[in-house]
């Protein structure tokens, strides 16, 4: 006998997905994705000339910033920019624009659980629509 999720959803279930494009004008490229209630917003800026003192300028660098729906970060959210940035850093292609760095902005619209795999999803979507050069893209649900 198969018990329902709090969701309605049985076990076996995935949380109806859904994703918007283009969604953000003064953006290079953003995207909206949901996965059941969840929802984030993700903004692509660059890339743009420079990296960060740390960081090697042979190469392009991602930059992640993780905005809360409400309040402050806090140490799940940057435990999320950390494995946001390295997903990105290991698809992006980051030789061909050297010494540039492009920005990702997550905003986080609503939780209700797979925040993380919603934000993967959303990022990459919106490196697709900033045509940023990508070796493959990462996807994640739960």
Do not use: F
């Not at 969701?7 to 995207?31: M, T, Y």
């Amino acid at each position: 006998m198969e018990v329902d999720r709090a969701d309605g959803r049985n076990p076996n279930q995935l949380r109806p997905l859904a994703c918007s494009c283009s969604i953000l004008h003064r953006a290079h490229g953003s995207a909206s994705w949901s996965q059941g209630d969840t929802k984030v917003l993700a903004a692509v800026y660059g890339p743009k000339a420079g990296t960060k003192k740390n960081e090697n300028p042979e190469k392009a660098s991602i930059e992640v910033i993780w905005k809360p729906r409400t309040g402050q970060i806090g140490k799940p959210e940057k435990e999320y920019e950390i494995i946001l940035k390295r997903t990105l850093q290991s698809i992006c292609i980051l030789t061909i624009n050297p010494n540039t760095t492009t920005s990702v902005i997550i905003q986080v619209v609503h939780d209700d659980g797979a925040l993380l795999p919603c934000a993967i999803n959303a990022a990459c979507a919106a490196l697709v629509d900033a045509g940023i050069p990508m070796k493959h893209l990462a996807g994640s649900l739960l």
